[in-house]
């Protein structure tokens, strides 16, 4: 790994830094297949979020690509009305439970009890 | 933002899963419910791009262009049905151009917006690909960027700049180095690196590193 000027280099470096981000590309990937969006209308959605980030003081240095790969994901989620934010914050929510209430090194699963009393 | 550029872990306790991780399994969790994604699909799709779809595809299909003149006609008159022939599918553009590179012009691709790139012949981009600073400075200072990537080109090649969209995509076929006669199409393969099929780079000359 190496930085000439201010261009971040890899030398074919891992595909996916961390499993979420293999997740959040396979899900893109899996609903253009299905027809919920085209390519371009995925572009658009994705460029529109890296300039929001870069806005906002992201470096955009490539490292965190997969963070507005997901923000892209979620909007497009939402504008194709296939899940809205508050149904995806509700279950982010009981994730975080469920995290929390299982111990080390066990798997974490997802029960309706996790969802409180939302 | 600021102080979750790195890893997410560091400040969860319990188990745990980043901000990250519970956005992602919150929307696999959704949309698996609904119907719109398998799980089964998703590791498939993630399996394919980790071990088999990637750059090699990419230097086997240039080393048959630099052995196969008939072959070399067919991609850059249409790149995209050249390489479904040897059963690179697209699942992710539309067209896909063949940019050759000669002593006269070298082609060098980006992408502007955000990273469109030719994922079926070589795999998912490489990190500076996505980086802000190589999407601007390919395009004003294209020799600038090629320096740092150690390539030195001669005045008179002129540097074409290709942007890509989802819709139109680019493989530079880079030009056959010196000192490969008669060399197999396996062996060629092994001198055409990602960069020389992006432009940042040439292809290998045999014995160098």
């Keep these: 790994m190496q930085s000439v000027r201010d261009i971040p280099r890899d030398s074919d470096g891992p595909v996916f830094r961390e499993p979420w981000e293999a997740q959040a590309f396979a899900m893109a990937l899996s609903l253009n297949q299905r027809g919920v969006f085209s390519w371009k209308e995925w572009a658009a959605t994705l460029g529109d979020e890296i300039k929001k980030a870069q806005a906002a003081g992201d470096p955009d240095t490539g490292e965190t690509y997969y963070r507005h790969w997901l923000a892209a994901l979620e909007r497009m989620v939402a504008e194709k009305g296939l899940a809205d934010a508050r149904t995806l914050s509700r279950t982010r929510d009981a994730w975080e439970h469920a995290c929390a209430r299982t111990p080390h090194g066990t798997p974490i699963e997802l029960q309706p009890n996790d969802f409180g009393d939302a | ?209």
């Design chain 2, 1 to 209: 933002m600021n102080d979750d550029h790195r890893h997410d872990d560091s400040h969860d306790h319990g188990s745990e899963l980043s901000e990250m991780q519970l956005r992602v399994r919150a929307l696999e969790t959704v949309l698996t419910e609904k119907g719109y994604v398998d799980p089964a699909a998703l590791d498939a799709i993630v399996d394919a791009y980790e071990t088999k779809i990637g750059p090699r595809n990419g230097a086997r299909i240039v080393a048959k262009a630099w052995t196969d003149p008939e072959f070399k006609r067919r991609l850059l008159a249409d790149a995209t049905a050249a390489v479904r022939a040897l059963g690179h599918e697209s699942r992710v553009g539309d067209h896909l151009t063949a940019l050759e590179n000669t002593p006269k012009r070298h082609n060098m691709v980006v992408c502007t917006l955000c990273s469109c790139y030719p994922w079926e012949v070589l795999g998912l981009p490489p990190v500076w690909y996505k980086s802000a600073a190589y999407r601007s400075r390919a395009v004003k200072d294209p020799r600038s960027v090629l320096a740092d990537f150690g390539v030195k080109l001669p005045d008179d090649t002129e540097v074409l700049v290709w942007d890509s969209t989802a819709e139109s995509r680019y493989l530079v076929l880079p030009m056959r180095p010196a000192g490969t006669v008669g060399m197999s199409e396996d062996q060629l393969a092994e001198l055409v690196s990602r960069d020389s099929m992006i432009g940042t780079g040439l292809a290998k000359t045999p014995g160098a590193h």
